[in-house]
């Protein structure tokens, strides 16, 4: 499974696949990359059934690059384990999780 993006006026959203880490980084990095600073970016976890510190370190790094504190990034369809390693890293506090 790919990354599939789609945009929508100024937001961005991204199907993560169900496998999402380390080997995700160049397909992650281009559906990330050449938006404007304050892309509204909505990111679908609803096929990741497992993800790697890797992975969050992207969370990071795409929050930095959309504008830090004033980053507009929303986490949708969390699997339970997913949404349990998300609270676990306090991930909460840095993005929008539904």
Known sequence: MTILVSKVGESVSIQLPELFGFSSRGEFKQAT???????????????V????????????????????????????????DIRKLMHLANFQTLFKIP
């Not at 990359?33 to 096929?47: A, E, Q």
């Open 33 to 47: 990359s050449g938006h404007p600073m304050r892309t509204k970016y909505l990111l679908d976890f609803r096929l």
């Open 49 to 80: 059934k497992k993800m790697d510190s890797s992975a969050l370190g992207m969370l990071l790094l795409l929050r930095e690059i959309s504008g830090g504190a004033s980053s507009d990034i929303t986490l949708i369809h969390l699997q339970p």
